[in-house]
């Protein structure tokens, strides 16, 4: 199965995303993504990303390879050092890493601070609808203390 995207369709569907060449230059990435780690394209991957899980012990593109088939857990190298989840996959047609994800927030005021909004997301991505479920719970604690 060959299965190609329009740039805008990729982005809709994975707005987290991060293109990685052989070079580990940031080739491109999500729009997102964009927002939340700006400027990191067309610049060395481990210049503005830190893989936390699984330790990698060296920083060369064999060593990122070594991580598909298991969840990554990215820190951008940004102010707020926003935590990305999700895998690796090889494009073995030009010798890419294609990270793909999501951002990974534990408060809806983490989401506001940050700028976005539902459109930011992958309709496919649960986050928001499990961020209103916590707050709902918080809310209803709230009230049933009062």
């Known amino acids: 199965m060959n299965v190609k995207f329009e ?3 990729f982005n809709r569907i994975f707005p987290f995303y991060i293109l990685i060449g052989s070079d580990l230059v940031v080739e491109s990435t999500g729009t997102t993504l964009e927002k939340i780690c700006p400027g990191t394209g067309k ?3 481990f210049d503005n990303y830190k893989i936390m899980r699984p330790e990698l012990l060296t920083e060369d593109f064999q060593s990122l390879l070594s991580l598909s088939n298991q969840m990554v857990i990215i820190e951008c190298r940004n102010q707020k050092k926003t935590i990305l989840r999700g895998q690796i996959e090889l494009l073995p047609e030009k010798n890419q890493l294609l990270f793909i994800g999501s951002a990974w927030f534990s408060s809806m005021e983490q989401i506001i601070k940050e700028k976005l909004n539902l459109n930011d997301f992958a309709i496919h ?7 209103h479920v916590i707050k709902t719970q918080e809310i209803t604690t709230e009230d049933l203390k009062h």
């Open 7 to 9: 740039d805008a369709q």
């Open 43 to 45: 610049k060395s991957f």
């Open 125 to 131: 991505d649960p986050l928001i609808d499990l961020l």
